[in-house]
């Protein structure tokens, strides 16, 4: 089955910029969602396809793809972005989603 | 405003169907442009895909659950469904249904419910 693979855990100081992986392999052909999670909450959508942004998501929160791998960037990251941060995907024919198996944001 | 809510039992046996439902509010279930979904989180795990549905009942499930899934949509009541099927204590997560834009991304959460597996 597919797989999405991101870090465990990114560690920053406040104002210091946040990066988080996403690699898989149809990667190339599909695009990348990322969502955050707080403790007790549901998802909130960040970024979709790739690197749009949506409505009401502060524009520190950004998304690139290269190849394989995507990444999720938080710049100036404010202590309310600690949270734990999740990719998703779809399989290569686009007929099943995938999520990562997220990665926990500690802001120091 | 949409607004998505889940129910259901909050315990299930092991070996029974776990049945929840998804109310949708402030929008119509029929909308061409959204599928409906559920995502469930096992305790301190990751998320997981578990399927969605379009109004017509065209459905997509995940390949690892497939044989015990079914969901399906009452366009009546603005409503859709999950049946898990042979449920084990691996089932125990919150389980949360979602708006899927046009198959790719899900922008609308209900908070979730939580299910436990257990006799």
């Known amino acids: 089955s597919y797989e999405l693979t991101q870090p465990p855990s990114v560690s920053v100081s406040p104002g210091q910029t946040a990066r988080i992986t996403c690699s898989g392999d149809a990667l190339p052909k599909q695009y990348a969602y990322w969502y955050q999670q707080k403790p007790g909450q549901a998802p909130v959508l960040v970024i979709y396809?790739?690197?749009e942004r949506p409505s009401g998501i502060p524009e520190r929160f950004s998304g690139s793809s290269s190849g394989t791998t995507v990444t999720l960037t938080i710049s100036g990251v404010q202590p309310e972005d600690e949270a734990d941060y999740y990719c998703q995907s779809a399989d290569s024919s686009g007929t099943y989603k995938v999520f990562g198996g997220g990665t926990k944001l500690t802001v120091l | 405003q949409l607004q998505l809510q889940e129910s259901g039992p909050g315990l299930v046996k092991p070996s029974e169907t776990l049945s929840l439902t998804c109310t949708v509010s402030g929008g119509s279930i029929s909308s061409r442009s959204y599928y409906w979904g559920w995502i469930r989180q096992p305790p301190g795990k990751g998320l997981e895909w578990i399927g969605i549905?379009?109004?017509?009942?065209?459905?997509y499930y995940n390949p690892s659950l497939k044989s015990r899934v079914t969901i399906s949509v009452d366009t009546s009541q603005n409503q859709f469904s999950l049946k898990l099927s042979s449920v084990t204590a691996a089932d125990t997560a919150v389980y949360y249904c979602a708006r899927d834009l046009a198959r790719e991304l899900m922008d609308v959460w209900g908070k979730g419910t939580t299910v436990t597996v257990s006799s």
């Open positions: 396809k790739d690197s």
């Open positions: 549905i379009y109004y017509s009942g065209s459905t």
